[in-house]
């Protein structure tokens, strides 16, 4: 391969995944900032995926330890309380690290 095709690659490459990012935002520019069923997806749909992944996670542990649970639980309640997605990961994390360093 020359050195020509390899710049072609990379520029093909880059061309194709700047038009599929841009895309989204092309298409919803189109569509009506009144639609229903649009307005339905942007309030759910975030909550949605974390519900499932949520789901997803949990259901693999099984009920032996506490200490899933308790992180979960706090990460929820911060999230709840403060409404800072960062602190509350960062929290639930750190407290499952401190139960699995002192339970192990």
């Known amino acids: 391969m020359s050195m020509l095709d390899g710049v072609l690659a990379v520029l093909a490459a880059s061309f194709v995944i700047i038009a ?3 895309l989204p935002f092309v298409l ?11 307005k339905v997806a942007e ?3 975030s909550p949605i ?11 693999t542990l099984e009920w032996r330890t ?4 308790a992180a979960g639980a706090l990460t929820v309640l911060l999230q709840l ?3 800072n997605g960062l602190v509350s990961i960062f929290a639930g994390t ?3 690290m401190i139960l699995v360093r002192l339970f192990p």
């Open 43 to 45: 309030r759910w749909l």
């Open 81 to 83: 309380l403060w409404k």
């Open 66 to 69: 506490f200490m899933p649970y």
């Open 28 to 38: 919803m520019s189109r569509l009506s900032a009144e639609t229903k069923w649009l």
């Open 20 to 22: 599929l990012r841009a």
């Open 49 to 59: 995926v974390i519900a499932l992944l949520v789901v997803y996670s949990y259901s």
């Open 94 to 96: 750190a407290l499952y």
